[in-house]
C-alpha cells in the first residue's frame, strides 16, 4: 500500500536534510516515454510536490520542438536534442539546486535510437558510437533516477484526440509509429536496464493519476534517501582518544598501522545520524594533488563560502567521507579518493597516492582552530604527472550543488611557509606544510 502524502511529505522533508547536509550537486530525474503516457501531468506533479516540501526544482524542457532542423525524427535530430540536453545538464548540475527534472533526456536517446535503428536511418556503426557516447559512465554519474511512461498506441491515440472534434495523426502520433516507438522502448529497457534501472509506468489501464504518482514518489524517494544519505564510516570517539593519545597527527611512519587499526573498530552508518551523535568520529579521506618536484596545489575558497569561515580559506586536499562497508580496507578508501579526485579535478589518469598523516582534533586545541571532533582525516599525497598537474595551475573548480567556487595552484613549500599567518590555512594542511618532504 503506497504512503499518503502527508507520509511522504515527511519523507521528502527527511530526504531534503539529508541532501542539504552532504550532496554535492542536484538529484537529477529523467522522464520520457511514450507520447500521451502521462509525462506533462506527472512532471507537474513532482515539481508541485518537491517544491511544497521545500525542495529548491529545476525542469530542463523538453527541447525536440526547438530543433531547427526541418525533418524531425532522423539522427541528425535525435543527436540535437541529446546534445542539447546534454549542454544544459552540464550548465545546471552544480547550480544551487536540489532536484534537477530532465523533460526527456539520456534514456529517451537510447529510445529514439532503436526506432531510428528500426527505420533504416542508422548504420549499425553509428548506432555502436552514439550508444558509447550516451552511456558513458561521466553521464551515467550524472542521472539518477529514470522514469519510462508507456501507453497502448489506442489509448495515447485516445488522450491525444480528446478534445478534438476531427481526430488527427502525425508522424508520431499514428497507430503504426506509436506501436514502432513502445517496441523501441522495450529494447532500450532490454539493453540498458542494467545501466540506467529505470522505473516504468504503464498508464493504459489507468484513469488514476493521484494513485499513480503516489507509487512513483513513494519510489523515487526511497532511492532519493539512499543517495543523499549514504552510509560513511564512523569509529567511537572514546576509541579515536586512546589511538591518539593526545596527538592532533600521527604522520607517515605511524600512520599505516594505526590506520588497519582505526579500519578494524569502524562501522557503517548513515552520515545524518553520524552528524547528530556527538559520541561518534567521521573517517574522511583527502588527497593532496602533488607534482613530481613536489609543489603542491593549493586550493582557495571564495570568501562568501560558509566554509571559509569554518575551515579556512585555503586548503592542500580534495575528499570526501570514506563509504561506509561491511570490510572496510586500505585499499578500498583509495579507489573512494580516486574517485573524488577524478570528480573534483576532472581528470582520469593514473594516481599514486602514498600516506601522508592522520589527523584529528585534540582537547587542548585552541578554540580558533578550524577542525573540530567530530572528523578524523586520512590524508594521502597524490603524484600527478605533471603534464596533468600543469592543466590544474591557476585554475577554477566548482564545489558542488552550491555553487562556490575553488581556484587552484601549484605553491613551493618555502613559498606557503611565510604566508601561514595570514593566510588562513585549515590546521591539516598547514601541518602539511610545515612537515613537507619532497622525496618523502
Known amino acids: 500500500m503506497p504512503s499518503s502524502p502527508d507520509q511522504l511529505l515527511?519523507?521528502?522533508?527527511?530526504?531534503?536534510?539529508?541532501?542539504?547536509?552532504?550532496?554535492?550537486?542536484?538529484?537529477?530525474?529523467?522522464?520520457?516515454?511514450?507520447p500521451k503516457a502521462g509525462k506533462t501531468?506527472?512532471?507537474?506533479?513532482?515539481?508541485?510536490?518537491?517544491?511544497?516540501?521545500?525542495?529548491?526544482?529545476e525542469t530542463l524542457k523538453e527541447r525536440a520542438a526547438d530543433c531547427p532542423l526541418a525533418m524531425k525524427g532522423h539522427f541528425f535530430f535525435n543527436a540535437w536534442t541529446f546534445g542539447t540536453m546534454l549542454a544544459e545538464v552540464l550548465a545546471n548540475i552544480e547550480r544551487p539546486v536540489d532536484l534537477l527534472i530532465l523533460d526527456r533526456g539520456f534514456f529517451d536517446a537510447l529510445i529514439w535510437l532503436e526506432l531510428q535503428r528500426s527505420r533504416h536511418q542508422v548504420t549499425d556503426e553509428e548506432?555502436?558510437?552514439?550508444?558509447?557516447?550516451?552511456?558513458?559512465?561521466?553521464?551515467?554519474?550524472?542521472?539518477?533516477?529514470?522514469?519510462?511512461?508507456?501507453?497502448?498506441?489506442?489509448?495515447?491515440?485516445?488522450?491525444?484526440?480528446?478534445?478534438?472534434?476531427?481526430?488527427?495523426?502525425?508522424?508520431?502520433?499514428?497507430?503504426?509509429?506509436?506501436?514502432s516507438f513502445?517496441?523501441?522502448?522495450?529494447?532500450?529497457?532490454?539493453?540498458?536496464?542494467?545501466?540506467?534501472?529505470?522505473?516504468?509506468?504503464?498508464?493504459?489501464?489507468?484513469?488514476?493519476a493521484k494513485a499513480s504518482a503516489l507509487l512513483l514518489l513513494d519510489n523515487l524517494l526511497e532511492v532519493m534517501g539512499q543517495w543523499a544519505n549514504s552510509a560513511i564510516l564512523v569509529v567511537d570517539k572514546s576509541a579515536v582518544t586512546e589511538i591518539f593519545a593526545g596527538r592532533a597527527y600521527i604522520d607517515a611512519l605511524e600512520a599505516p598501522s594505526v590506520l588497519v587499526r582505526l579500519l578494524s573498530v569502524s562501522r557503517s552508518m548513515p552520515r545524518v545520524e553520524a552528524?547528530?551523535?556527538?559520541?561518534?568520529?567521521?573517517?574522511?579521506?583527502?588527497?593532496?594533488?602533488?607534482?613530481?618536484?613536489?609543489?603542491?596545489?593549493?586550493?582557495?575558497?571564495?570568501?562568501?563560502?560558509?566554509?571559509?569561515?569554518?575551515?579556512?580559506?585555503?586548503?592542500?586536499?580534495?575528499?570526501?567521507?570514506?563509504?561506509?562497508?561491511?570490510?572496510?580496507?586500505?585499499?578500498?578508501?583509495?579507489?573512494?579518493?580516486?574517485?573524488?579526485?577524478?570528480?573534483?579535478?576532472?581528470?582520469?589518469?593514473?594516481?599514486?597516492?602514498?600516506?601522508?598523516?592522520?589527523?584529528?582534533?585534540?582537547?587542548?586545541?585552541?578554540?580558533?582552530?578550524?577542525?573540530?571532533?567530530?572528523?578524523?582525516?586520512?590524508?594521502?599525497?597524490?603524484?600527478?604527472?605533471?603534464?596533468?598537474?600543469?592543466t590544474l595551475h591557476k585554475k577554477e573548480f566548482r564545489k558542488g550543488s552550491r555553487g562556490y567556487q575553488f581556484t587552484g595552484g601549484f605553491?613551493?613549500?618555502?613559498?606557503?611557509?611565510?604566508?601561514?599567518?595570514?593566510?588562513?590555512?585549515?590546521p591539516w594542511s598547514r601541518h602539511l606544510v610545515e612537515t613537507w618532504r619532497i622525496d618523502a
Request: glycine share 6%; proline share 5%.
Open 41 to 57: 501531468t506527472t512532471l507537474a506533479v513532482l515539481q508541485g510536490f518537491f517544491k511544497t516540501a521545500g525542495f529548491r526544482v
Open 411 to 426: 605553491r613551493t613549500q618555502e613559498d606557503l611557509l611565510p604566508e601561514l599567518e595570514t593566510m588562513r590555512m585549515e
Open 182 to 208: 513502445n517496441e523501441s522502448v522495450e529494447r532500450a529497457r532490454s539493453k540498458h536496464k542494467d545501466i540506467f534501472n529505470p522505473y516504468f509506468i504503464d498508464t493504459t489501464d489507468s484513469s488514476d
Open 275 to 390: 552528524e547528530k551523535n556527538a559520541d561518534l568520529v567521521q573517517l574522511v579521506v583527502g588527497g593532496v594533488p602533488v607534482r613530481s618536484d613536489g609543489k603542491l596545489l593549493v586550493f582557495r575558497r571564495e570568501t562568501s563560502d560558509e566554509k571559509a569561515t569554518s575551515y579556512g580559506e585555503t586548503t592542500l586536499w580534495k575528499g570526501r567521507h570514506v563509504p561506509g562497508v561491511s570490510s572496510p580496507s586500505l585499499d578500498g578508501t583509495i579507489t573512494a579518493l580516486k574517485s573524488r579526485l577524478s570528480e573534483e579535478l576532472h581528470i582520469e589518469t593514473e594516481m599514486e597516492p602514498r600516506l601522508a598523516c592522520l589527523a584529528w582534533w585534540r582537547p587542548n586545541q585552541h578554540p580558533d582552530e578550524f577542525t573540530d571532533p567530530q572528523h578524523l582525516g586520512i590524508l594521502f599525497r597524490v603524484q600527478l604527472p605533471d603534464a596533468v598537474a600543469d
Open 127 to 179: 548506432v555502436r558510437v552514439f550508444t558509447d557516447f550516451v552511456t558513458l559512465s561521466r553521464w551515467q554519474r550524472l542521472v539518477d533516477y529514470t522514469v519510462v511512461m508507456t501507453a497502448a498506441p489506442e489509448v495515447a491515440l485516445q488522450r491525444e484526440n480528446h478534445n478534438q472534434l476531427i481526430p488527427r495523426q502525425g508522424s508520431l502520433m499514428n497507430p503504426d509509429a506509436l506501436k
Open 10 to 34: 515527511n519523507k521528502a522533508k527527511a530526504v531534503l536534510e539529508a541532501l542539504r547536509l552532504g550532496a554535492r550537486r542536484a538529484f537529477v530525474v529523467e522522464l520520457t516515454g511514450t
